[in-house]
Each structure stands twice: as C-alpha cells, then as structure tokens.
C-alpha cells in the first residue's frame, strides 16, 4: 500500500525558514516523480514544485521560485521542501504527491499525503 | 486567477448526468494530457482521470473525460450524493518552463 506522510509544518514568522519532509513507502521510490501541491484555506490547489526520480529535472512555481528549494533522498525514500523567506500568503496545507509513470516528470498525482500545514504570521 | 478555467459551480439531482468543464490554451490542454481530481470535503485530493479519457482502477466508470482542443470536461452518469465533492483539472504547461497548472475547481452539489 502506497503511503505518503508529510511532516514538518506549523506556526512561522515572515521571512523565517521551513523544512517540509515526506516519508514514503509502499512503492520503489526512486522510480517516481515527486511533487509538491498547496492549498491556502478555502482555495484551490496549486502545484507547487516537482524532482524528478534521479533529481536531473526540477521545476518551480513562479510563486516560490528563488524562495523554495526541492529535493530527494532516495537511500531514505524521503522527499523534502526547504522554504525560505516565508510570507503570509504562503500559508497553505502542502501535500506531497507521487507521479503517476514510471521515471516520467510529467504525469498525473496518482497518490497523496494527507498534508501538513504551514502557517506564515506574526 | 488559475491558468485553468472552470465554473465555479456545478449541481444535479441523483441519477442524473453532469458535466464540468475546464477551458485552457494551446500551451497547456492544448498540447498537454488532462487530469481530473476529487476531493471530498475535509480529505486529499484522489486521482479520477489521468491522460484525458482513463481512469485508474477502483474508480467506477459513471466517470468519464473527454478533450477537444484546448477545452475538457469531466462527465458523471447515474449521479449519487456521495459524487458531492470539488473536483479539479490539471495539466502541465509549455509556455511556464514546464510547470504544473490546476484549475480553480467545481463545487458539485448533489441536491
């Protein structure tokens, strides 16, 4: 069973950091893309950046790039956000997804995390 | 504004059949597969329909997607109250290097 569990998020001021993880199993982790969606509360979903499954391809939001680092620890089947200079309208759930092909970067989310909230204020 | 637009609004009686649309560009549905997710109120979004038409095993097939150009929709026959739910489109897009697009969603109501 595949299982994606975010951790890492709670209350931080403007312009702080945050270090989001994802523990994942149930699959071959690093066979898979894997993504990072939001969604501020009450609003829609918002990707958020994607590592392909060797890291070689990387993409961003124009909303965090510059600001928000992707990356992935196959040894630990773990997939990581680092957020810097945090704002208020970063404030989301963030979920972790999985690519849905195999070592394809662009494909559907075919699982998801239950998510961990970030929340950005003084 | 999201790059993908769909009405904000959708509703129908049990057992009907509904549709839900989702307008984009060239850069994006144009040239790019289509995915449909669900959320249920208070849950993670569930994959519904992957490239354009298919859909992943467990999801019954009162589930449908069709594209055409730059547009797609997502159709639900023999519609039920647990079908009541917001429902999103996806795609990736050209035009953005590469990145990931949503549409605002649809909030079906089952009346």
């Known amino acids: 069973e595949v299982q994606l569990v975010e951790s890492g998020g709670g209350l931080v001021q403007p312009g702080r950091s945050l270090r989001l993880s994802c523990a994942a199993s149930?699959?071959?982790?690093?066979?898979?893309?894997m993504h990072w969606v939001r969604q501020a509360p009450g609003k829609g979903l918002e990707w958020v950046s994607g590592?392909?499954?060797?890291?070689?391809?990387?993409g961003y939001a124009d909303s965090v790039k510059g600001r928000f680092t992707i990356s992935r620890d196959n040894a630990k089947n773990s997939l990581y956000l680092q957020m810097n200079s945090l704002r208020a309208e970063d404030t989301a759930l963030y979920y972790c997804?999985?690519?849905?092909?195999?070592?394809?970067?662009?494909?559907?989310?075919?699982?998801w995390g239950q998510g961990t909230l970030v929340t950005v204020s003084s | 504004q999201s790059v993908l637009t769909q009405p904000p609004s959708a509703s129908g009686t049990p057992g009907q059949r509904v549709t839900i649309s989702c307008s984009g560009s060239?850069?994006?549905?144009?040239?790019?597969?289509v995915y449909w997710y669900q959320q249920l109120p208070g849950t993670a979004p569930k994959l519904l329909i992957y490239?354009?038409?298919q859909r992943p095993s467990g999801v019954p097939d009162r589930f449908s997607g069709s594209k055409s150009g730059t547009s797609a929709s997502l159709a639900i026959s023999g519609l039920r109250s647990e079908d009541e739910a917001d429902y999103y489109c996806?795609?990736?897009?050209?035009?953005?290097?590469?990145?990931?697009?949503f549409g605002g969603g649809t909030k079906l109501t089952v009346l």
């Open positions: 997804a999985k690519g849905g092909e195999w070592l394809r970067f662009r494909s559907q989310f075919d699982y």
């Open positions: 149930g699959f071959t982790f690093d066979d898979y893309a």
């Open positions: 590592i392909s499954w060797n890291s070689g391809s990387i």
């Open positions: 060239s850069s994006n549905i144009g040239s790019n597969y």
């Open positions: 490239r354009n038409n």
């Open positions: 996806a795609a990736w897009d050209d035009s953005l290097s590469g990145q990931g697009v």
